[in-house]
């Protein structure tokens, strides 16, 4: 075993706080990276707070994670000391069932996630990036191209792919109208990605306070939701929309903007229900609601080869460790554009 160190919260309500811990020794298949970067999803305070139930505490979170590579495990043969690589959501799958067989671990019923899952080389639970190292099996291992900055790569292991994958399930294409709600962490790489396909982007936000940053983004038109007005006018026009927003909120609203056979994809989890739509909306334009889980490993690859080769990454704000509870206080208030990313080499000052 490997004595590690990273930051953990200890309960519901207490802060995260340095951690010592034990990382598994490499098998033969195993690649063990030296982490450099960690992105903060909205998903690990939903965890650290409990807001899903299921928090096996002590948690350490992180699931957008990028480093070097330091050791290889004999088998191992897509990597080697001094890589970089990246560490999305999943660490493990059964490999058998048809979800893996057909690419899509994320919807396997035995995938493991990259914290908080049973762990099944050391028997308890296992611990995400905001720590110094992390050893994971090759097959879970993404390459990461030298032409994407490291840190602002970090956010795409999740942010990225949670975006990319429903716009290239339902097709999205050029000439495509497509609607994204909201403009965080998520919703920003929605616009980048939803442009470089050569759709029309129409973002949809409460706050005019982002029209200017949604356009630099690569949105096409910026719709203030609370205006009924300027909703009314994009009535029955649109291809997709991807809906971002992690609160509950009047589905309706964007429903009755799809056209004939028109989806609305869900990819944000509230901590309680959405109101229920009218499926009358639903019926008479046999539009649908949809939901979307990242990727699978094939897919998370595809994408960041994709932004390889568009120069697509996140837009952060590098932070300390040490600063992570303020970063979580300040993501509760949509205070950051648009995603906290974690210098690991900050651990070397606790």
């Given at each position: 075993?490997?004595?590690?160190?990273?930051?953990?919260a200890h309960?519901?309500?207490?802060?995260?706080?340095?951690?010592?811990?034990?990382?598994?020794?490499?098998?033969p298949?195993?690649?063990?990276?030296?982490?450099?970067?960690?992105?903060?999803?909205?998903?690990?305070?939903?965890?650290?707070?409990?807001?899903?139930?299921?928090?096996?505490?002590?948690?350490?979170?992180?699931?957008?994670?990028?480093g070097k590579?330091?050791?290889?495990g004999?088998?191992?043969?897509?990597?080697?000391?001094?890589?970089?690589?990246?560490?999305?959501c999943?660490?493990?799958?059964?490999?058998?069932?048809?979800?893996?067989?057909?690419h899509?671990?994320?919807?396997?019923?035995?995938a493991?996630?990259?914290?908080?899952?049973?762990d099944?080389?050391t028997?308890?639970?296992?611990?995400?990036?905001?720590?110094?190292?992390?050893v994971?099996d090759?097959?879970?291992?993404?390459?990461?191209?030298?032409?994407?900055?490291?840190a602002?790569?970090?956010?795409?292991?999740?942010?990225?792919?949670?975006?990319?994958s429903?716009?290239?399930?339902?097709?999205?294409?050029?000439?495509?109208?497509?609607g994204?709600?909201?403009?965080?962490?998520?919703?920003?790489m929605?616009?980048?990605?939803?442009?470089?396909?050569?759709?029309?982007v129409?973002?949809?936000?409460?706050?005019?306070?982002k029209?200017?940053?949604a356009?630099?983004?690569?949105?096409?038109?910026?719709?203030?939701?609370?205006?009924?007005?300027e909703?009314?006018r994009?009535?029955?026009s649109?291809?997709?929309?991807?809906?971002?927003?992690?609160a509950?909120?009047?589905?309706?609203?964007?429903?009755?903007?799809?056209k004939?056979?028109?989806t609305?994809?869900?990819?944000?989890?509230p901590?309680?229900?959405?109101?229920?739509?009218?499926?009358?909306?639903?019926?008479?334009?046999?539009?649908s609601?949809?939901?979307?889980l990242?990727?699978?490993?094939?897919?998370?690859?595809?994408?960041?080869?994709?932004?390889?080769?568009?120069?697509?990454?996140?837009?952060?704000?590098?932070?300390?460790?040490?600063?992570?509870?303020e970063?979580y206080?300040?993501?509760?208030?949509?205070d950051?554009?648009?995603?906290?990313?974690?210098?690991?080499?900050?651990?070397?000052?606790?």
């Open positions: 075993m490997q004595k590690s160190i990273g930051y953990a309960g519901l309500k207490s802060s995260l706080v340095p951690f010592s811990f034990e990382r598994r020794d490499i098998t298949t195993d690649v063990h990276i030296e982490i450099l970067y960690c992105g903060v999803c909205h998903s690990d305070l939903h965890q650290v707070r409990d807001d899903w139930g299921g928090t096996v505490f002590p948690v350490v979170p992180g699931h957008e994670i990028v590579v330091a050791k290889v004999n088998e191992v043969k897509n990597f080697k000391p001094g890589d970089m690589a990246g560490v999305g999943l660490v493990d799958s059964c490999g058998a069932c048809s979800d893996c067989q057909e899509l671990e994320q919807f396997c019923d035995n493991v996630f990259t914290y908080n899952s049973p099944k080389h028997g308890g639970i296992t611990y995400g990036g905001y720590s110094n190292q992390i994971v090759q097959k879970f291992v993404l390459q990461l191209s030298d032409k994407l900055d490291p602002a790569a970090a956010p795409l292991l999740c942010a990225g792919i949670t975006t990319y429903p716009l290239r399930h339902w097709q999205v294409k050029k000439g495509d109208k497509v994204v709600v909201g403009l965080g962490g998520l919703g920003h929605a616009v980048k990605f939803a442009h470089a396909f050569g759709a029309h129409v973002l949809f936000t409460t706050s005019a306070g029209t200017e940053d356009k630099r983004l690569g949105a096409d038109e910026v719709v203030i939701s609370k205006n009924s007005g909703m009314n994009h009535a029955k649109f291809d997709f929309i991807l809906n971002t927003v992690a509950p909120h009047n589905l309706d609203a964007y429903t009755t903007l799809l004939r056979d028109g609305m994809c869900l990819v944000g989890v901590d309680r229900p959405h109101p229920s739509p009218a499926i009358a909306s639903l019926i008479f334009k046999r539009r609601i949809a939901g979307s990242i990727g699978g490993l094939q897919e998370t690859q595809e994408m960041l080869d994709f932004c390889a080769e568009h120069n697509i990454t996140s837009d952060i704000e590098i932070i300390p460790i040490q600063k992570i509870n970063a206080e300040r993501m509760l208030k949509s950051v554009k648009y995603r906290f990313v974690i210098d690991l080499a900050s651990l070397k000052s606790d």
